[in-house]
């Protein structure tokens, strides 16, 4: 049992690393795409305001996961297994 617990213990290390690389390398595209879409939201016309305000919203909760994958994918390099949302 013990050696079973030990091993998938190291396969969700495995996937928060994966996981935090991953995320690590999405992060650039999606903060370019967020300032495009921060400055875009106050200068467009009516209809696609409330679009460019739709899409700043869902980035911003995008790129605030992706940061919570980094963390986490660091946690887990340094042997720290955090506990999920």
């Known amino acids: 049992m013990e050696d079973y617990r030990a091993e998938l213990l190291r396969q969700v290390r495995l996937g928060d690393?994966?996981?935090g690389e991953a995320?690590?390398?999405c992060l650039p595209g999606l903060l370019r795409r967020l300032t495009h879409h921060?400055?875009?939201a106050g200068t467009a016309a009516l209809p696609w305001r409330l679009y460019h305000r739709w899409r700043?919203?869902?980035l911003?909760?995008?790129v605030?996961?992706?940061r919570?994958?980094?963390e986490q994918g660091r946690?887990?390099?340094m042997g720290n297994l955090a506990a999920r949302r």
């Open 17 to 19: 690393i994966a996981t």
């Open 68 to 70: 919570w994958h980094v």
């Open 64 to 66: 605030a996961d992706a």
């Open 60 to 62: 911003r909760r995008q």
């Open 75 to 77: 946690a887990a390099r």
């Open 38 to 40: 921060e400055t875009r």
């Open 23 to 25: 995320a690590g390398a």
């Open 56 to 58: 700043r919203d869902s």
